[in-house]
């Protein structure tokens, strides 16, 4: 899924053009103090959560819904941000109309905005949250 985000950003937010990434390594950045230097949107999973689940014979079947994460960086280059926020404005509004109501594949619904937030802003970088969630549903043969 994160994959698919990351791709798809590239392909429809040219703003970002390609400086998109997964976030496999953010933990490992974020504990020595700094971030990727030519990276302007990371994608990362936020969480799952079930529903009542429904138990037929020879079948479980549970709807969830999963939450994506998509951070966006801006430079700080004024003590109170207001400047990188009014450029990173734009950028939210591109990153939300490429990816709601857009399913990445065989899901049963399509990414609904769930909200953002700034997260931080220190070192000299603002980064803006804007997460999405999708609903999909397990079913497992039992």
Do not use: C
């Amino acid at each position: 899924m994160i994959d698919a985000v990351v791709a798809r950003l590239k392909a429809e937010v040219p703003d970002l053009g390609s400086r998109v990434e997964g976030a496999l390594d953010l933990a490992d950045m974020l504990r020595a103090g700094r971030l990727p230097e030519n990276t302007n949107a990371i994608v990362l999973p936020v969480g799952l959560a079930g529903r009542a689940a429904d138990a037929a014979s020879g079948l479980y079947r549970q709807a969830f819904t999963e939450t994506v994460g998509v951070l966006l960086l801006a430079r700080v280059h004024d003590r109170t941000g207001r400047r990188a926020l009014g450029r990173i404005r734009p950028l939210i509004m591109e990153v939300v109309e490429a990816i709601a109501g857009w399913t990445p594949g065989d899901q049963l619904g399509v990414f609904q905005l769930k909200g953002g937030r700034i997260v931080s802003m220190t070192g000299g970088t603002l980064i803006y949250q804007v997460e999405f969630t999708i609903d999909d549903q397990l079913r497992i043969a039992t």
